[in-house]
């Protein structure tokens, strides 16, 4: 019966070739559209996770935007404490602790409300020295010394060696105001977080707000996908140590990212859905047309003893060899599309970014199956019908068919 | 023409027909194609059913092959009635029991002519080696083993027909069926193809109905049914089985 559905399918080559072409057609742009996706989501996993680690420790308050005060703060004891639990966990890289506060930052007569984020310099997990693109980065030692990103420093005309003062208030709600030397400009694929984000030593942070605890641990795994059960198993080990701190992973801590996730995967979706209908409704007339020309050839092979069910596997298998083989060609034709695309590397300023990557195509087997699978059950799908419709009429009057 | 060659071993009647009965319905009117028709085939019997076009031959060929059911009346297949079994069960026997010869052949294009013949054997989930030799077989008797190979578009009408026999044989059926089956040849073809039926009844005691209104088909009939308007108006026995 498959090689008989598969022969069938040389009957009108010039039919076949333009259904064929047509679902090709659909996989190969679905497959160009999952692999862009993919890339950017890849692009914009890596960013995240560069500005917040794999996962953060910190307060349930804090961490949700309810904190009054700074009782979230984790005094030294506990971050230890923290520290040696999280380490016991496989995959942890190593882990730093931040402080963030929120001041004013004034340099000559401009002043600007930024976030400054207190990390240990050279952590080896997380101190965004890797950013820098002018002067140099923070240096265990450092204490008076700022990282300002790069749209700020062109707003505020900061240069490494310029200063500027930071005002904030102390955990016991004094004014404190404190010198910055200007020693690196980094740069972030966020416009917002070169704008409103400073990074400054952890020691000045602490002496700034006057306290010697901080507000989170950071975790670094060794790889993203271990991040959803490190999460699980270390917040497992907080609450039986009594500790109440929460863990968050890196999706969770950037609304930014969750958004876009959902954007692109709405996207992709839509994408899909349109290709779907598209070879579904297509690729269901041309089938159609071509059952309804063997309606005599129906009645003999029905004559002969075929059974309903057996002809109806007859012809949804020739939707089936239909997809598969419009699905192959438009996997191959995406594949050098792709290949193309990443060769090629058309330069793209993703929204919301201040640099311009190369407009690249991740071809992961996801990426592949996914527009592949979608093809070949749309093309077979819209076999049924016409499939059906075939096993209805009766015999006699099927032999009649002209 | 092959005389005094009919199957002279008679058995039990494989396919009766009791009082068959068709309707058709044409816009509002409601036409009577067969009308009580009375019918039985016994085993190695070589009938041919005559008429006109319109007579009501090819509804009776539909009814006893059980690819249409009788408005009243009953198809009996070796003595069992037919009528209430599910359309699953009359596929079986049309498989196993019956073989199909056409007017235009119905051949599937896209298979060789060995594959056509193959195809009832599929059906019948017959084990490939068996297949392979039973349709070798089978082609040969119909002599063209040659041309196993060949597409229906690359063979003769009588080629085709040829075919189709092998296929309505290659299951060893209880019976076959054969619809006008030198319609569409010339008569030297048609002649080849009814001396083929002829000595397949002959030699393999096929049972063999074949409904015609080419005259020059008649002299092959053992018996020979006359149906005008729906009804059998006439039975003529030709030729008289040997003694066993």
């Known amino acids: 019966m498959a090689s008989l559905a598969l022969r069938n399918l040389s009957r009108n080559r010039r039919r076949t070739l333009l259904s064929a072409g047509i679902v090709a057609l659909g996989c190969a742009l679905s497959l160009v559209v999952l692999g862009f996706v993919e890339r950017s989501r890849a692009l914009i996993q890596e960013s995240t996770v560069q500005q917040f680690g794999n996962l953060q420790i910190a307060d349930p308050n804090l961490l949700d935007g309810r904190a009054e005060g700074f009782a979230y703060l984790i005094d030294p004891v506990r971050r230890v404490q923290v520290e040696e639990l999280v380490r016991a966990e496989r995959g942890v890289v190593g ?8 001041g004013l930052l004034a340099v000559r ?55 500027l003062n930071l005002t ?29 984000q400073v990074f400054v030593p952890l020691a000045f942070a602490q002496l700034l707000l006057a306290t010697d605890g901080v507000d989170r641990v950071v975790v670094r795994l060794d790889r993203l996908g271990r991040t959803w059960a490190a999460a ?13 701190l929460e863990v968050r992973t890196w999706d969770v801590l950037s609304p930014f990212y969750r958004g876009l996730s959902a954007f692109f995967d709405l996207l992709f979706g839509f994408l899909v859905a349109a290709v779907f209908v598209l070879v579904f409704f297509v690729v269901l007339q041309i089938l159609t047309l071509s059952f309804l020309e063997r309606t005599r050839e129906v009645g003999t092979i029905r004559a002969l003893g075929t059974r309903r069910d057996e002809v109806f596997r007859l012809f ?25 695309f990443n060769g090629v590397g058309i330069p793209w300023q993703p929204p919301g970014t201040v640099e311009a990557v190369a407009l690249g195509v991740d071809l992961t087997p996801a990426v592949v199956g996914i527009p592949w699978t979608v093809s070949v059950l749309s093309t077979a799908l819209s076999a049924v019908l016409p499939a059906y419709q075939a096993t209805r009429v009766s015999v006699a009057d099927a032999l009649r068919a002209v | 023409m092959r005389q005094g060659s009919f199957c002279y071993v008679k058995g039990a009647p494989v396919l009766e027909g009791r009082a068959l009965t068709k309707f058709y319905t044409l816009g509002k009117e409601r036409v009577r194609a067969l009308d009580r028709v009375d019918f039985t085939a016994v085993q190695g019997d070589f009938t041919v059913v005559n008429g006109p076009s319109g007579s009501g031959k090819s509804t009776l060929l539909n009814l006893l092959a059980l690819i249409d059911r009788p408005s009243e009346g009953e198809v009996l297949f070796d003595g069992q009635p037919t009528g209430s079994l599910p359309e699953r069960a009359l596929a079986a026997l049309r498989r196993e029991k019956i073989g199909l010869v056409f007017q235009t052949f119905n051949l599937i294009p896209v298979l060789s002519a060995a594959e056509n013949v193959e195809y009832p054997l599929l059906l019948t989930r017959t084990p490939r080696a068996e297949r392979r030799e039973r349709v070798r077989e089978v082609l040969a008797e119909v002599g063209l083993a040659d041309l196993a190979r060949r597409r229906p578009d690359e063979l003769s009408g009588g080629q085709r027909q040829r075919v189709a026999v092998a296929r309505a044989l290659v299951t060893q059926p209880r019976i076959v069926l054969a619809d006008e089956p030198t319609a569409n040849l010339d008569s030297a073809t048609g002649t080849q193809i009814m001396e083929l039926l002829r000595g397949l009844n002959g030699e393999h005691c096929v049972t063999f109905v074949v409904v015609t209104h080419d005259p020059a088909v008649i002299p092959y009939a053992e018996r020979v049914l006359t149906i005008r308007d729906g009804r059998i108006v006439g039975e003529e026995r030709r030729g008289e089985p040997r003694p066993a």
């Open chain 1, 168 to 196: 904030a208030t102390t955990v016991a709600g004094a004014f404190n105001v404190s010198p910055l030397e200007v020693v690196g400009i980094f740069r972030f694929s966020s416009a917002e977080v070169e704008r409103a």
């Open chain 1, 95 to 102: 882990t730093t602790a931040q402080l963030s506060l929120s």
């Open chain 1, 232 to 244: 699980r198993a270390i917040g497992a080990r907080l609450r039986a140590a009594g500790l109440a």
């Open chain 1, 109 to 163: 007569r401009t002043t600007a409300v930024v976030r400054a984020v207190g990390v240990v310099p050279e952590n080896g997990v997380l101190d965004y020295n890797d950013l820098v693109v002018e002067g140099r980065g923070l240096r265990p030692g450092d204490v008076g010394a700022v990282l300002v990103g790069r749209t700020l420093a062109e707003e505020l005309g900061l240069r490494p060696g310029d200063f």
């Open chain 1, 316 to 340: 949804v298998a020739e939707g089936l060899w239909l997809g598969l083989l419009g699905g192959g060609v438009g996997v191959l034709a995406g594949l050098g599309l792709s290949l193309l």
